[in-house]
Nanobody, 115 residues
Framework: QVQLVESRGGLVQAGGSLRLSCTTSGNRFDISYMAWYRQTPGIQRESVAGITDDGTVDYLDSVKGRFAISRDNVKNTVYLQMNNLKPEDTGVYYC?????????WGHGTQVTVSS
């Protein structure tokens, strides 16, 4: 059974940085896509950043230049480095993977950016 374990988010001041990680278990390979989504009250869950198994990345326009997604295929872990955080980055961040055609979600971790 595939499980996703996210690191704890936290409270950070505007302009600060935070790094999230998500490690998968129950599978050893064939994770074609890994991503981070964000849920903000009143806003549909949106994709913040994604990375394919060949390293191709995509970002939400509002985080380009501030966030960086990366993955370690040996550890089955995806990271999200968030720099120059803004109050509008506040939300619950969810890890998301595609493994053998099936999607899996983490439980979410709260990130709060104070102004």
């Amino acid at each position: 059974q595939v499980q996703l374990v996210e690191s704890r988010g936290g409270l950070v001041q505007a302009g600060g940085s935070l790094r999230l990680s998500c490690t998968t278990s129950g599978n050893r390979f064939d994770i074609s896509y890994m991503a981070w989504y964000r849920q903000t009250p009143g806003i549909q869950r949106e994709s913040v950043a994604g990375i394919t198994d060949d390293g191709t990345v995509d970002y939400l326009d509002s985080v380009k230049g501030r966030f960086a997604i990366s993955r370690d295929n040996v550890k089955n872990t995806v990271y999200l480095q968030m720099n120059n955080l803004k109050p509008e980055d506040t939300g619950v961040y969810y890890c998301y993977i595609v493994h053998l055609g099936t999607t899996y979600w983490g439980h979410g971790t709260q990130v709060t950016v104070s102004s």
